[in-house]
């Protein structure tokens, strides 16, 4: 589930929940709008680690030594 859709069934979910003022029977629009936000926010926690997890290993490049640095290591004197 992406953000976009995370996102998504949030909005839907507090539509349902805060904006609608019908009464069903057999059927409750509130509790479906509460089960919307809770698997929204679900959806949105996975999707940020998700996210979070892959972007730490497209950084994790090996940095490239250059001569002009202080910490790179002279070369052994013969």
Known sequence: MALGTSLFLIAVGAILRFAVSVSTR??????????LIIVGAVGLVISLLWMTMWADRRRGA??????????????PRV
């Open 26 to 35: 057999g059927f409750n629009v509130h509790t479906v709008g509460i089960i």
């Open 62 to 75: 090996a940095p490239v030594a250059r001569y002009d640095d202080p910490n790179y290591p002279a070369a």
